[in-house]
């Protein structure tokens, strides 16, 4: 295999659009050989064509498309993979192709909706850390200044007094705090080398108000439609759970697949293991012993993912109608304190002159 094959996967969008166009060629009646042509030809994205005319060798070898992709473990995940050796084996692989164009769609609207629900908080702290640190070095010392030649210190407001206080000690300690950061944003990258930690801090996640309750939603959707979908195509089940284990990332629910695959390789029921996480909801565990019990498993799973996948989006609205004005509130409450804590004694100076 050439070197350049082993860097990194190719970028999601292509493969899904790589996908999507494949799935169309092959609904056209052309061959698998014709179609893969037919994309290396029009593909703008020198490395991927590169793949495509190594594929299209080795199918041209006698290869299947699933044994060609399975050369090519860096680029195609094994879910992907997988998915085409199943569509191979039942003789739908267009339907196949289709539903995972449908699968990659789902997983990368969940991504950015979450993406977007936890970036927007993240730029408004940052905001503020920089806010603060103007604010400390630039314009309050400014007014220190002013305070000094107008004011006896004890005579200030307490609010004003605080602030005064505060960003002195910010631009005295500033080399310390720095360095602090920097200490800890060392050892929390240390910390999550340590797996025990890392399931901690995923199990931790999952537990928070509001925003712990969604992303359980979004990790139990995702694993249950590749595993209802692997099912569906005739994975066996013991593999389609050990290509499960690798989709979430969230080591708690990792640890949950894994339990259920070492009870269905020990011959028990899906539910011991699922009961034993305590992180599934009742209406999941209902579903799935309703699904064993009349031979449908993987519609249940289907079915419980997409119910969940409606939940997330509708709680990810939500949340962030409500995260918005929530934080422009303490942004504005913040920015008023300040502006107050500096003006109080200045209106006070102007009130004794007028007088």
């Known amino acids: ?37 037919v994309l290396a030809e029009q593909e703008s994205n020198t490395a991927f064509k590169k793949n495509l005319c190594g594929l299209i060798e080795n199918i041209q070898s006698g290869n299947t498309l699933s044994e060609a992709l399975a050369g090519y473990p860096s680029l195609f995940p094994s879910l992907y993979i997988n998915m085409i050796r199943a569509g191979e084996m039942s003789s739908t692989l267009s339907t196949v192709l289709n539903r995972l164009v449908s699968f990659q769609e789902q997983i990368q609207k969940m991504k950015q909706k979450i993406t977007s629900m936890l970036l927007y908080p993240a730029i408004v702290l940052i905001s503020a850390l920089l806010m603060i640190f103007f604010l400390g070095s630039m314009i309050i010392p400014k007014f220190e200044i002013i305070f000094a030649d107008g004011f006896e210190k004890n005579s200030l407001p307490s609010c004003t007094l605080f602030l005064l206080e505060a960003s002195q000690y910010i631009r005295t300690h500033i080399m310390t705090m720095i360095l602090l950061l920097i200490a800890l944003l060392v050892a929390i990258k240390l910390a999550f080398t340590l797996e025990a930690f890392c399931e901690f801090f995923d199990r931790l996640l999952l537990g928070l108000p509001l925003i712990g309750s969604v992303l359980k939603k979004h990790y139990i959707s995702q694993c249950f439609y590749t595993l209802g979908t692997l099912i569906l195509h005739n994975v066996p089940p013991l593999e389609a759970i050990q290509i499960t284990q690798k989709i979430s990332n969230n080591r708690a629910i990792e640890k949950a697949m894994k339990m259920i695959y070492q009870s269905l390789e020990a011959g028990d029921s899906i539910m011991y293991p699922i009961q034993a996480s305590h992180l599934f909801p009742p209406m999941t565990m209902s579903m799935i012993a309703i699904g064993e019990q009349t031979g449908r498993l993987a519609e249940m799973l289907l079915q419980i993912a997409t119910i969940y996948e409606q939940d ?44």
Do not use: W, Y
Request: charged residues 10%; glycine residues 6%; proline residues 4%.
């Open 1 to 37: 295999m050439n070197i350049f094959l082993k860097k990194r996967r190719i970028p999601s969008a292509t493969l899904q659009l790589f996908t999507r166009q494949l799935a169309i060629l092959l609904d056209a009646r052309l061959s698998l050989g014709q179609a893969l042509a």
């Open 312 to 355: 997330v989006h509708h709680r990810i609205t939500q949340l962030m109608i409500l995260i918005e004005p929530c934080l422009i509130l303490l942004l504005a409450c913040f920015i008023g304190g300040v502006v107050i804590a500096l003006f109080l004694p200045l209106m006070t100076m102007i009130g004794s002159i007028g007088n």
